[in-house]
């Protein structure tokens, strides 16, 4: 399966809420803490994966975190075999991803054991997620997943996947067209598309 995204800058982050309730059905609140790890190889490209512990919180308060209650915590490794970023006509770049994923029972013991076998930690990134379902009307995809995420100190991001079983020319212009219609109905402009990589965005900081 290929996951195919897109993130934009938020500026007013509870007309974004209003607008996401008036169309996608509320998903659930997730507190995420990434570790990203890389494994330098002479002559070939690096190695990277991420260790991402999660707790999902309960969701009286869109606006609240400390007060809201813990309902389950997890953790996965996240391996991505292919990244890239794709250029449409009108220059705007997508991310196409094929993301392998499992649920870990000890985190600290992959981490120590990815330390013992080469890899160095490369960085760290805290999010809090807002997470919504919204149906398309594709041919082989059915739904897309928009999350409202505060980055620190980056500033609130709207995330919006659609995940494929294909990856050929035809779906990409489809689901890179889903993804831009979310994007507006969500009350954002294609300006405020950020094509960054949030390690690059978090480095130049």
């Known amino acids: 399966m290929f996951e195919l995204e897109l993130k934009a800058h938020v500026h007013d982050r509870a007309a974004v809420i209003q607008k996401l309730n008036s169309f996608a059905r509320f998903d659930r609140i997730i507190i995420k803490d990434d570790l990203y790890f890389k494994l330098e190889r002479q002559g070939q490209e690096q190695v990277t994966t991420r260790i991402r512990t999660e707790e ?46 499992t649920e870990l029972s000890d985190a600290e013991c992959v981490k120590e054991l990815l330390l013992a076998s080469g ?4 960085f760290s990134k805290h999010k809090d997620s807002f997470g919504w379902y919204a149906e398309c009307q594709g041919d082989f995809f059915s739904n897309a997943h928009l999350e409202l995420c505060t980055v620190p100190p980056l500033g609130d991001f709207l995330e919006i996947e659609i995940i494929s ?41």
């Open 119 to 122: 890899f160095a930690e490369h």
């Open 165 to 205: 079983p294909r990856n050929d020319e035809e779906a990409l212009q489809k689901i890179d067209s889903a993804l831009k219609e979310f994007l507006l109905k969500s009350g954002l402009e294609l300006c405020d598309i950020e094509e960054k990589y949030y390690s690059e965005l978090l480095q130049e900081k």
């Open 56 to 101: 999902h919180r309960a969701t009286e308060d869109f606006f609240n975190f400390t007060g809201q209650k813990t309902i389950a915590k997890k953790a996965f490794l996240t391996y991505k075999k292919k990244e890239r970023r794709r250029k449409e006509s009108d220059g705007i770049a997508i991310e196409v991803n094929d993301e392998r994923e």
